[in-house]
Structures are given as C-alpha cells and as structure tokens.
T-cell receptor, first 109, second 110 residues
C-alpha cells in the first residue's frame, strides 16, 4: 500500500537549533517526494521536491531509497520556520499526492 | 499571477442544506483535485479530474460530488451536508512542477 508516515505530530525547538522532520514512505515503485509547508491560516506551499535537489529557505531533504525516507533538515531553525509541514508522495504515473499527517514545527526564541 | 481561487473562505451551514464551493485556476492545468484537511489525518483526496468531463473518486468521496464542465473550474458540491463534513477544504491544480493549492475553505456544518 502507498503510505506516508510522519511520526512526530509536534517538533519543538529553540531558535538556532538544528531541525529534522522525519518522513517515511511505503511504495514499491519509483516515488516522487515533496515537502509542503503551511504557515498559519495560509495555503499549502511547495517547499521542496526531491528531483530538484534544491535548498529552499535553508531546508534540504535527501531521498534515501534504502530506508524509504525523505527527512527534511535545516541546520539552524528560525522563528519564522514555525509552521505545519507535510510530506507527500506522488505515486507512479498518477498525479495524486498522498500526504502524511503532518508535523507542526514550533521554533521558540 | 498563477493561482487557484476558492470561494467562500469560510462557510457555516446547517445539516442538509445543499452547498457548492467554487474553485477556479488560471494556469490551464488539466488535472485538478479536492482535498479535505483534518487534524491528525493530513490531507485526503476527495475527488479529482484529469480533464474536462473526466472526474473520479479519491479516497473519501462519500457525500460529495464534483463537475468539470470547463477546464478552469472544478466546483465541489455537498448535496446534503452533515456535521462529519466539517473540515478545511483545499482545491489544487497540478502541473509538472507540482501542485498549486487554493487558500482553503473552512466549512462548519451544524
């Protein structure tokens, strides 16, 4: 079955601390993975997609097919990073995105 | 500006009163989709459309209908809303770059 698991509902860190939001997926084919961010009361915005291998707002994510993971990392968290983060899987030839339950990141001053 | 526009942003209604949430995109995308967002469950797909007059059920289609008479519009219809449809709804359209989401519609059914 196709599934995305984000094991942490809430991740609370202090400003300047490293951040790692975990994402594991279950899919037998070749996946496309995304990270979306949702700031308070705003729409979901694309943060990263694994095939572009870019760094956005200091965040990076590497697809590890062996561990079926796509963890989101940032070396130094900022208060403005506080938001809800969703990992999503696009499976095969379909355009459907399968979302994880989300992790709320709270960065404290 | 490329965008997906949903209306209304907020809606409170009573059980059984039919309602429609509109969604429009200006990017000429073929694929559009509706999701509902609930705490602890993430986003779940309700319906999707691969093109004009082509729609299909997602993971949680019960109690919803959609139509796709023209490429830009993809309304979500609740014929007889019930309290368990209280949720935050997002419309999205898809390109090769990824999904573009609307601002969301917070629906409360009392």
């Amino acid at each position: 079955a196709q599934r995305v698991t984000q094991p942490e509902k809430l991740l609370s860190v202090f400003k300047g601390a490293p951040v790692e939001l975990k994402c594991n997926y279950s899919y037998s084919g070749s996946p496309e993975l995304f990270w979306y961010v949702q700031y308070s009361r705003q729409r979901l915005q694309l943060l990263l997609r694994h095939i572009s291998r870019e760094s956005i707002k200091g965040f990076t994510a590497d697809l590890n097919k062996g561990e079926t993971s796509f963890h989101l990392k940032k070396p130094f968290a900022q208060e403005e990073d506080s938001a809800m983060y969703y990992c999503a899987l696009k499976a095969g030839g379909y355009n459907k995105l399968i979302f994880g339950a989300g992790t709320r990141l709270a960065v404290h001053p | 500006e490329a965008q997906v526009t949903q209306n209304p942003r907020y809606l409170i209604t009573v059980t059984g009163k039919k309602l429609t949430v509109t969604c429009s995109q200006n990017m000429n995308h073929e694929y559009m989709s509706w999701y509902r967002q609930d705490p602890g469950l993430g986003l779940r797909q309700i319906y999707y459309s691969m093109n004009v007059e082509v729609t299909d059920k997602g993971d949680v289609p019960e109690g919803y209908k959609v139509s796709r008479k023209e490429k830009r519009n993809f309304p979500l219809i609740l014929e007889s809303p019930s309290p368990n449809q209280t949720s935050l709804y997002f419309c999205a359209s898809f390109s090769n770059y990824g999904y573009t989401f609307g601002s969301g519609t917070r629906l409360t059914v009392v």
